[in-house]
């Protein structure tokens, strides 16, 4: 099996499961046992799913704006978590492909599995939340329209990203295309490196 075909259903299933409740503070469940790739790719799809849905609420125009302070700390926490989960995830397959011989041209890619895999998971939210405006019964017929070709433009997005991470990692096993862990390095969430938290005026 591919491994973007695996992916994808782990991350339509987490998506599925998060709708279940539909609510940011619900305990996330553990299908895979831990430490497993399929537990690394759920738990970074349930980090998105939560962001995604806190996303929605803080651009409440009701908001209260201390509610929405703390949604905005909550935001930059998962944003951080998120990070990590990738970098965490680049890391496992940075030690599949440890051993691999790299042939004399082998290049590096734009970006990392990882971060490859980062989007195909926000796809799946896309076209959880695209698919549901299609549906809407309160919608106009336009509205259902206008989303049904959104939707199939995702989808075909889908297909393309997962032909082009499994391209990816075909490479790699190769020795075609080699691959480094950049860490991210945000600069804003760390108290030595962000002139509001350390001080500087």
């Known amino acids: 099996m591919k491994f973007t075909k695996k992916a994808n259903e782990i991350f339509d299933l987490c998506v599925a499961d998060y709708h279940k ?3 940011v503070d619900a305990a996330a469940p553990h299908p895979f046992e831990e430490g ?6 759920y ?3 349930r980090i998105d799913a939560v962001q995604w849905h806190l996303e929605d609420i803080i651009r409440d125009p009701e908001i209260d704006p201390v509610g929405a302070l703390a949604l905005k700390r909550r935001i930059d926490a998962s944003n951080q978590d998120r990070t990590d989960m990738v970098e965490e995830l680049d890391s496992w397959f940075r030690d599949k492909y440890k051993d691999v011989k790299m042939l004399p041209d082998a290049t590096i890619n734009t970006e990392s599995p990882a971060w490859a895999i980062d989007r195909l998971s926000i796809l799946a939210l896309k076209l ?17 329209a206008t ?5 199939a433009v995702l989808e075909e997005q889908r ?10 990692l075909d490479d ?19 108290p030595a490196t962000n002139p509001i938290l350390y001080g500087k005026k």
Do not use: F
């Not at 497993?36 to 790719?41: R, S």
């Not at 989303?147 to 939707?151: D, T, Y």
């Open 21 to 23: 409740t539909d609510d």
């Open 36 to 41: 497993t790739l399929e537990a690394i790719l």
């Open 43 to 45: 738990a970074k799809c």
């Open 128 to 144: 959880w939340h695209m698919r549901e405006q299609t549906m809407r019964a309160d919608a106009s017929e336009e509205h259902l």
């Open 147 to 151: 989303c049904r070709g959104k939707l």
């Open 159 to 168: 297909r393309d990203l997962s032909s082009a991470i499994d391209t990816l």
């Open 172 to 190: 790699m096993a190769a020795g075609r295309k080699y691959m480094k862990v950049y860490r991210q390095m945000k600069m804003y969430n760390d």
